[in-house]
């Protein structure tokens, strides 16, 4: 417990609110949805301000991270993805002034995998920083053959089902719709 995963475990609540925010934006209408527009605002902005602030504090955490941050080619990922934090920052802003319903939530999961793309390339190779790297963190090679027969079959059957979820669930939630 630090003051650096409290920061980033702050982060992740706050970026999650977001993503609950611009959901129901997404699902509702009427004044839910209005209220959960004025919610994201705020919620961006915090969750930006925290994105930042996690950011700033990485490369002090370990000197390799500083090193591989402003290093080349390194250096091209710490220009690249706060740049495209940047856009998508504008991009859920105007879609939030434009009333738009989707745009917004794209936009907060592109926050969520632009900072996980940016964690993972400022560990790499290690997956345990600073101690394992990803080949010392592997499970022998048979373990992961049995791991992969299961995961082929299972992973497209979760995928099916998914997006058989999200087809009969797709839309706008209709209040006057009764199911019971």
């Not at 993503?19 to 209408?29: E, F, H």
């Not at 301000?49 to 700033?56: A, C, D, P, R, T």
């Not at 856009?87 to 319903?101: F, S, V």
Request: charged fraction near 10%.
């Amino acid at each position: 417990m630090s003051p650096f995963s409290l920061l980033t475990g702050a982060a992740l609540v706050i970026g999650y609110a977001l993503l609950g925010a611009s959901w129901l934006n997404m699902k509702t209408t009427g004044e839910l949805q209005s209220r959960m527009r004025r919610y994201a605002r705020p919620l961006m902005i915090a969750t930006l301000g925290l994105i930042g602030l996690v950011s700033l504090l990485t490369p002090l955490q370990d000197p390799v991270y500083l090193t591989r941050w402003f290093a080349w080619p390194g250096i091209i990922f710490s220009v690249a993805v706060p740049s495209i934090v940047v856009a998508l920052a504008w991009r859920m802003d105007r879609g939030l002034r434009r009333n738009e319903d989707y745009s917004p939530f794209f936009c907060a999961i592109g926050f969520f995998v632009v900072s996980f793309v940016g964690i993972g390339i400022s560990f790499f190779p290690h997956i345990i920083p600073p101690s394992l790297t990803i080949a010392e963190a592997a499970a022998p090679d048979s373990s992961l053959s049995f791991a992969l027969v299961g995961a082929a079959i299972l992973i497209p059957i979760i995928l099916a089902y998914t997006a058989y979820t999200y087809w009969v669930f797709r839309g706008k939630i209709d209040p006057e719709e009764n199911f019971h």
